[in-house]
């Protein structure tokens, strides 16, 4: 199908590997002039011809910085923003309780997961406004499970949700359409990557990696059996940037196998 979004302009966050790299691969195949933001350039992200500007959007000015560097790489306003920066691979333990977080570990995770999507928003909203555009949030289906994981991460993807429909209700008069596509545990570097998230809960659990992994479909009550591949994420993202999702504003969008089971 075609998308139509030949020609149209869009920045994606978080773009250097997992579902950025594959939202950046799936928009410039649809034509889209891609600006990709990430703190560290890969060669996976130069090959997909997309403008890759190198950021860290963790910081207060990053984000107004990057849209400025953005709409100068493009010669125009931006049609489509992506806001899929964030992890949960800040380090340290990561089955610890409320009562073991300190307040700098809070901030760090609110920064990265829902403070660097307001500020990107705040700067690049005007334009979007005038192009009568979209913007897409990715959260995690961990902001309707909140007890899965660490609870400043599971909380700042919950305040990403809410900030997405507040958007929504606010600039849907003015022709913008703001969604959520809340990913389940998907085949990223968060949960795959020697270091990462994954392997650190792992090694909490008294388990290895590998045994994470391979329980990890069933343990999440996935009934696809299998972790979201992030293209599958990247085509969703594709669909509500499109013509064809015309009417799809203010949503908060699961792709998660199936984990989530509540209406």
């Known amino acids: 199908m075609d998308m139509g979004l030949k020609g149209r302009t869009a920045l994606v966050t978080g773009a250097s590997r997992g579902i950025g790299l594959a939202t950046v ?11 990709a933001a990430a703190r560290n350039i890969t060669a996976e992200l130069k090959e997909t011809g997309a403008i890759a500007v190198p950021v860290d959007l963790s910081t207060p000015d990053g984000p107004a910085h990057l849209v400025e560097r953005a709409v100068a790489e493009l010669g125009e306003d931006l049609d489509l923003l992506v806001n ?6 800040t380090g340290g333990n990561p089955v610890r309780g409320f ?3 300190a307040d700098d570990e809070w901030h760090s995770w609110f920064e990265l997961n829902f403070f660097a999507a307001v500020r990107t928003t705040r700067a690049a909203l005007p334009g979007i406004v005038r192009r009568r555009g979209v913007i897409v949030n990715i959260s995690s289906n961990a902001a309707r499970v909140p007890h899965a994981g660490p609870v400043p991460y599971t909380t700042a993807k919950a305040a990403l ?13 003015q ?3 703001v969604n959520t596509v809340s990913p389940g545990p998907a085949r990223t570097a968060l949960w795959e990557a020697p270091g990462g998230y994954g392997a650190e809960l792992a090694a909490a659990l008294g388990m290895t990696h590998e045994q994470l992994l391979a329980g990890l479909p069933a343990q999440m009550g996935m009934t696809t059996g299998r972790l979201v591949e992030p293209a599958e994420v990247a085509a969703l993202v594709t669909y509500l940037a499109s013509p064809h999702a015309a009417s799809v504003n203010g949503a908060d969008l699961v792709i998660d196998g199936g984990a989530i089971k509540t209406v």
């Open 99 to 101: 009562l073991d977080f």
């Open 161 to 173: 949700t809410a900030f997405g429909k507040a958007l929504a209700q606010e600039f849907g008069p």
């Open 25 to 35: 691969a799936a928009l410039a195949a649809e034509g889209v002039r891609v600006v």
């Open 84 to 89: 899929n920066v964030g992890g949960g691979d």
């Open 175 to 177: 022709g913008v359409r």
